[in-house]
């Protein structure tokens, strides 16, 4: 009897041991992450990406001044980019993307190597560089033909650059900065 007693209260003080261990780290990252999402919505505040879509065209505005614009690439009728407000809260570079849809379909693409990422909405919605296409702007978003890669269609609801855009959003957007996307 007395050895039962003696397994269980070791077992309980190695669960409580592990609990401890694993719980410090998140009580320190904590007040951290509080610290660093304060910073970063202060150095957000007054920033503003806008995108039409009915222009295929993003402006970037600074304390209500346009700072930078340029032509986009957004997404096609069968998987457009939503509309609405949103924030930046990830920023990856590089990175690559994977298809979340299955080999075969009309839909999927193959790993594929993104310079400037920025996420504004769940779900894998970026405003990022394409290599893959040379011509952005109205009418990019349904089929149109590029002079380099041919018949393209739009993005997979994306907001697509060319390399030079996406690198100065990229240095220009902290974290926190608002992205207004509209019809």
Partial sequence: MQKVTRKRYLAR??????????LIPCLF????????AHSHSSQAA??????????????????????FNTAVMTGRP???TPTGTYHIFAKL????????FPRGSVEWYPP?????????????????????HSVYGPGTSRWHYDPI?????GSHGC???????AAWLYNWAPIGTTVQISA
Avoid: R
């Fill in 78 to 80: 069968e998987l457009g």
């Fill in 112 to 132: 594929t190597h993104i310079t400037y990422a920025l996420e504004w909405k769940e779900g894998g919605f970026f405003l990022h560089d394409s290599w893959w």
């Fill in 149 to 153: 890669d041919g018949w393209q269609s």
């Fill in 159 to 165: 907001i697509a650059m060319p390399l030079s855009a």
């Fill in 46 to 67: 007054g920033k503003v990406i806008v995108v039409s879509l009915s222009h295929q065209w993003l402006y970037a505005y600074a304390a209500g001044s346009k700072v």
């Fill in 13 to 22: 003080l190695s669960a409580l041991f592990l609990a401890i261990f694993l």
């Fill in 93 to 100: 570079s590089p990175t690559t993307f994977y298809s979340p």
């Fill in 29 to 36: 990252q904590g007040n951290a992450s509080a610290s660093t």
